[in-house]
């Protein structure tokens, strides 16, 4: 298995709403990666794991709450989104190690209204 | 923040013709890779230039890095309607930490 896989595909939510991302590697992948992308702007970095612990978060707010059960999965929970927040909501994977290229899978297309 | 300025912004060439993409960024990197987005859905990694590589190949395929003046080009050559998409440079900071450039879209016309 080459792939990471993201559900759902896309998400409307309201603002009051929690909700959850959910993305799965059977790689063996060792870190693990959450990305925002607006239209037409390139692939933000919002958080990684590695090795199941979080090491990064560029500055993200709050109401972004990611969590890694198991190498495998990383979710990302959502609540109280702002319309601003609306986004393709990239996930992916890595190595963790070397000069290795990441493996996205194909996003979560989120509308908060 | 992004470190990556791509240049251009937007290309469109006739079918057949080659496609080359710039990438200029700021800081010290371990590689820098190429990866292509099709209709803003996920990333496909095309190519992995390490820090110590001057060239690399694969298939129609050739990046070049020049890290004294910290810039990196992808030639795709003998375009086809196929390669129509978004162009993103991303350098590796280490640490798992990969940050993209703005991108190249670029439209092949058949």
């Known amino acids: 298995d080459t792939e990471v896989t993201q559900t759902p595909k896309h998400l409307v939510m309201g603002m009051t709403n929690k909700k959850s991302l959910k993305c799965e590697q059977h790689?063996?992948?060792?870190?693990m990666y959450w990305y925002k992308q607006k239209a037409k702007k390139p692939p933000e970095l919002m958080f990684v794991?590695?090795?199941?612990?979080?090491?990064i978060n560029e500055s993200v707010p709050s109401r972004f709450s990611p969590e890694c059960p198991n190498s495998s999965l990383l979710n990302l929970h959502l609540h109280a989104l702002q319309p601003e927040d609306s986004a393709l909501y990239l996930c992916?994977?890595?190595?963790?190690?070397?000069?290795?290229?990441?493996?996205f899978g194909s996003g979560t297309r989120l509308t908060v209204v | 923040s992004q470190q990556g300025e791509e240049d251009p912004q937007a290309l469109s060439i006739q079918e057949g013709e080659n496609a080359t993409m710039n990438c200029s960024y700021k800081t010290s990197i371990n590689n820098l890779q190429w990866y292509r987005q099709n209709s803003g859905r996920g990333l496909v990694h095309l190519i992995l230039i390490r820090s110590n590589e001057r060239e690399k190949h694969s298939g129609r395929l050739r990046v070049t890095l020049d890290t004294s003046k910290k810039s990196s080009s992808l030639l795709i050559t003998a375009s086809r309607a196929a390669d129509t998409a978004s162009y993103f440079c991303?350098?590796?900071?280490?640490?798992?930490?990969?940050?993209f450039g703005q991108g190249t879209r670029l439209t092949i016309n058949p």
């Open positions: 790689m063996g992948h060792r870190a």
């Open positions: 991303a350098t590796d900071l280490g640490a798992q930490k990969l940050v």
């Open positions: 992916a994977s890595s190595q963790g190690t070397g000069d290795r290229p990441y493996t």
């Open positions: 794991y590695s090795y199941e612990k979080l090491s």
